[in-house]
């Protein structure tokens, strides 16, 4: 239920890095939000809350800014909801020609049979992150497993059944940092499956994400920059972009992207709120690439906020210490 939220390491080395720049406080992302950013009125929030109801549970901190006119970092309620609805998002990128795998929605088991499939699919929760739902057995190869996962997942999470083509090719992760014509492309993250255990799927499952890779036995599943012809690189960072601009992304979001059996690439997922674990032994991925661009965490994290700072119009000399006194 949680796999989402930061941990409080996470929260404490965002605040440090912002920290060696600008004046910062924690506002926690509970039902007291509203009244504590009412009375703070901050210049600017560095919004990372992963909100915990409903496919528009990351919206709701960046909709309590809009009504507050408070400027934040980060995209706004329509993007965040809309990519969290994977099916949504990609009728969108349909639409625009940015290629995804074709899929269908199944809402209950009755519309399992007018589904029309050809297998091997991929079976998934239709708004969850983090690899939540997304287990080594969700590739299937045959009406049987298509029709377990899909119980599996309507029971669990009560929520629509993405069930997508699936794509056999290599996989890729892409940060992005920039709005605009200053978009840009951190170096390409390659997820390779061989470190999997022997016999599992060639997927970054929630075993993959959380059992297997273990801070103190780091899964060899990323490398950065991904071993790619110029060419091939160029095709993906092209299509990242396409996506991200159609989808109305601000500031930073991390793409993921597979190819299919004849190696083009397809998105398979926006993330316009980014895992930012800070220690490189948690193998986060965005960190990571902007490690291999020679940014450190804080650099990262100061530059993601300049960013968004210069994209409101917000001046570094507006963020200031607060003078009021009661506490919030
Ligand atoms: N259509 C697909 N074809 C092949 N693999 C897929 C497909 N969809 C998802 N996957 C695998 O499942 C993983 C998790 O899916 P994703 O949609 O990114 O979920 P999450 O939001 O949990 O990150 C991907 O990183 C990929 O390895
Ligand atoms: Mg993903």
């Known amino acids: 239920m949680y796999a989402e939220w930061d941990t409080m390491d996470t929260i404490l080395a965002v605040r440090d890095a912002i920290a060696t720049k600008y004046p910062v406080e924690l506002v926690e ?3 007291d939000a509203y009244g504590k950013l009412r009375t703070l009125r901050p ?19 960046p909709a309590m800014l809009e009504f507050l006119q408070i400027p934040y ?20 990128l349909s639409y625009h020609g940015v290629r995804t795998a074709s899929f269908v929605l199944i809402r209950s088991m009755a519309d ?19 690899s939540k739902g997304i287990y080594n057995s969700c590739v299937v190869r045959n009406p049987e497993e298509l029709e377990k996962e899909v119980g599996h997942i309507l029971s669990m999470y009560h929520e629509p059944v993405l069930v997508e083509e699936f794509l056999p090719g290599r996989e890729f992760t892409v940060a992005m940092l920039g709005n605009g014509d200053d978009l840009r492309v951190l170096p390409i993250v390659e997820i390779s499956f061989d470190a999997l255990p022997a016999g599992m799927n060639p997927i970054y499952s929630y075993e993959a994400k959380w059992i297997w890779d273990r801070s103190d036995k780091p899964l060899e599943i990323f490398s950065c920059p991904a071993k790619l012809t110029e ?24 793409l993921d992207v597979r190819l299919d059996a004849a190696g083009k690439p397809h998105i398979l997922e926006i993330n316009p709120l980014p895992g930012i674990l800070p220690r490189p032994e948690d193998n986060s991925c965005f960190p990571k690439a902007a490690r291999a661009a020679g940014m450190s965490y804080a ?22 210490p607060r003078t009021i006194t009661e506490p919030v």
């Open 29 to 31: 992302a509970n039902e």
């Open 112 to 130: 399992l049979e007018d589904a029309r499939v050809r297998f091997p699919l991929m079976v998934k929760p239709l708004h969850e992150g983090s």
């Open 299 to 320: 650099q990262l994290i100061t530059a993601v906020l300049e960013i968004a700072m210069a994209r409101c119009g917000v001046p570094a000399s507006a963020v200031v």
């Open 73 to 92: 970092l980060g995209s706004d309620p329509l993007t965040l909801a809309l990519c969290l609805d994977k099916a949504r998002a990609k009728e969108v």
């Open 231 to 254: 060419a091939h690189a160029e095709e993906i960072r092209d299509l990242c972009k396409r996506a991200y601009r159609v989808l109305g992304c601000r500031d930073w979001s991390r």
């Open 43 to 61: 210049a600017f929030v560095f919004n990372i809350a992963e909100g915990l109801h409903g496919v528009s549970r990351e919206a709701q901190v």
